[in-house]
């Protein structure tokens, strides 16, 4: 049974992984966001400073047009691209980060990419939240904990390979015999092992640019626990009522929120047609062409729609 904190399907851009994103300039940038259908929120970092922007669908549709006057899409479809150039760094796409002018001090994430084929061009326009509370919230407290979790897992990995240890011992003693040599090991040392580690050159290029994992599967997976326990936990009078969640949009009964599609985004299957495993062999028929329902990416909210759908 998972845990109730991994059965919230609140959409939460706490839980939402930060991606690293090298500017045209060079410049290092942090980059999250929360994208549905109603709109998306943002937020940007600079390893100094930390920028947002929530912005509503009408508005997107606006703001397109302003950009791309030649350029007509659907606001799903715009929100879908924008999604999958900050899940990752697209080859391709130029990411330029610039001051933001006029009285609001903040940070424009400019994107220049294309949509069916056109060229497209967005501006992130973020300014400063209204408290730097979100550098505790979004950087500091997930990140201390994942360290603190990280060393957490290491001692049992320790303890589990002491076992280990004294298994292989009982089966010499057995005698058990290795027929590879190549895979025979000694005892397990977890103060060797942790100087070796501390002393590899592995270690040196993390330390000269800890960025380059940030974007990893493994690390974002951790930072989405975190994020969401930590948020469980500050707000666990509020989460009584959302214990027990129902079904999932994906039809799954269980775990987070970060793979939940919205329902009016999934393709249209009625009870009479979803897959159900025969009591009895049915009768074979002629093999019949079927139209494959539209695909939903996995790290995406939007779907991406058929060439012939869409205008240019």
Known sequence: MAAPWRRCNRPLLEAQPWTHLKAADGQDLLVKGLFQEDGYHVMLCDLENVWEESVESEDISGRSKALNPNVEAPTATILHNLASHLDVQRPGTVYAARQQEGETCGLVLALS???????????????EPPTQNVKVTHLVMPLVTMAVELSRRQQELFKLL??????????????????????????????????DMSLSKDFEQVAQDPLKSLSSSDTQALYKDTALLLNWITNAADYEEEVDVGMMADGSTTGTWAGKIPVSLLPAVSVATRTVSPVTSPVKRPAAVMESPTKVTKRSLFPTLPPSDRKS
Do not use: M, V
Not at 113 to 127: D, M
């Open 113 to 127: 990419t294309k949509i069916s084929g056109l060229p497209y061009q967005w501006e992130f326009r973020c300014t």
């Open 162 to 195: 002491a076992k280990k240890d004294r298994e292989i011992q009982e089966l010499r003693e057995n005698r058990g015999t290795l027929r590879r040599r190549n895979l025979e090991t000694g005892l397990f040392d977890p103060k060797t092992f942790t100087n």
